[in-house]
Nanobody, 122 residues
Framework: QVQLVESGGGLVQAGDSLRLSCAAS????????MGWFRQVPGKEREFVAR????????IYADSVKGRFTISRDNAKNTAYLQMNSLKPDDTAVYYC???????????????WGQGTQVTVSS
């Protein structure tokens, strides 16, 4: 089993930056893809970014491309999401996920964290 814990969320102003972390425990996730998703009340959880096990293949949602960067440190069993130029529309609960087949769909991930709130004020 893999446990994922997100951190780094908070309240910021438009244009600010935040870095989210996702720490894995229970077993190494170095062979798994890691992903970030987000969800606002009343809407479906949506894909944000994904990184391959070696860090070599990254994909992003169009809405965050050029502003967000996903990375990972396998030695620390941790993934990150650097979020720059934040907008009010980025306000959501952000979830990290892990899985051997992880891509840009919820069903491709096996493990999920509890989420961290990001609120961007205008």
């Amino acid at each position: 089993q893999v446990q994922l814990v997100e951190s780094g969320g908070g309240l910021v102003q438009a244009g600010d930056s935040l870095r989210l972390s996702c720490a894995a425990s229970g077993r190494t996730v170095s062979s798994y893809a890691m992903g970030w998703f987000r969800q606002v009340p009343g809407k479906e959880r949506e894909f944000v970014a994904r990184i391959g096990w070696s860090g070599g293949v990254t994909i992003y949602a169009d809405s965050v491309k050029g502003r967000f960067t996903i990375s990972r440190d396998n030695a620390k069993n941790t993934a990150y999401l650097q979020m720059n130029s934040l907008k009010p529309d980025d306000t959501a609960v952000y979830y990290c996920a892990a899985g051997p087949r992880g891509w840009n769909a919820i069903g491709t991930y096996d493990y999920w964290g509890q989420g961290t709130q990001v609120t961007v004020s205008s």
